[in-house]
Antibody
Framework: QVQLVQSGAEVMKPGASVKISCKAS????????VHWVRQAPGQGLEWMGV????????FYAQKFQGRVTLTRDTSSTTVYMELSSLESEDTAIYSC????????????WGQGTLVTVSS | QSALTQPASVSGSPGQSITISCTGT?????????VSWYHQLPDKAPKLLIY???ERPSGISNRFSGSKSGNTASLTISGLQAEDEGDYYC??????????FGTGTRVTAL
């Protein structure tokens, strides 16, 4: 079955960078897009970006341009999300989710990774 | 890329129908029939309810239906049940490979 398993919770200092992993299994890794969505405590869902694991490219929300980087390792079927220049407002649960190409919906989600930014 | 606008809360009695609106712009909702809807329970991942404005994935009750007019998409829940409580989010393709979520709506069955 399709599984997206994310790395564990992180506590970071302001100004630092965090890198979260999302290991995919149960499907052909290169055939599906992987998106990242975050949710601050008590807040709504916020789309951050998408990576096409077949190497076509990445797209980011304007808000995160220059601060977020999505990469993938096809040998380990893992997608990574790195967010830099962390601020307290970046405290949130970060989740990866899979999209069947050109369907524009998200059916499978990772368990979420809590990132806490605190001095 | 501003969030799509949803009402903060909607409530109804069990058995009633409720509708949640999702208002965007001509750059997102108005330009693409790529609106999806999700139901989220506390500390759980969102669950897909509707895709491509009005399509239901297998296993989703036909009590959930979607529509769109202009820059506004809507989700209707017919025969509201206690299990339908939770947060609902719309999401739209916004061009250039990007997406935008709605602000979220808390549904309560009175």
């Amino acid at each position: 079955q399709v599984q997206l398993v994310q790395s564990g919770a992180e506590v970071m200092k302001p100004g630092a960078s965090v890198k979260i992993s999302c290991k995919a299994s149960g499907y052909t890794f290169s055939s599906y897009y992987v998106h990242w969505v975050r949710q601050a405590p008590g807040q709504g869902l916020e789309w951050m970006g998408v990576i096409h694991p077949n190497g076509i490219g990445t797209f980011y929300a304007q808000k995160f341009q220059g601060r977020v980087t999505l990469t993938r390792d096809t040998s380990s079927t893992t997608v990574y999300m790195e967010l830099s220049s962390l601020e307290s407002e970046d405290t949130a649960i970060y989740s990866c989710t899979r999209e069947t190409p050109r369907t524009s919906y998200f059916e499978h989600w990772g368990q979420g990774t809590l990132v806490t930014v605190s001095s | 890329q501003s969030a799509l606008t949803q009402p903060a809360s909607v409530s109804g009695s069990p058995g009633q129908s409720i509708t949640i609106s999702c208002t965007g712009t001509s750059r997102d909702v108005g330009s693409y029939n790529l609106v999806s809807w999700y139901h989220q329970l506390p500390d759980k991942a969102p669950k897909l309810l509707i895709y491509e404005v009005s399509e239901r994935p297998s296993g989703i009750s036909n009590r959930f239906s979607g529509s769109k007019s202009g820059n506004t998409a809507s989700l209707t829940i017919s025969g509201l049940q206690a299990e339908d409580e939770g947060d609902y989010y719309c999401c739209s393709f916004a061009g250039s490979g990007t997406y935008v979520f709605g602000t979220g709506t808390r549904v309560t069955a009175l």
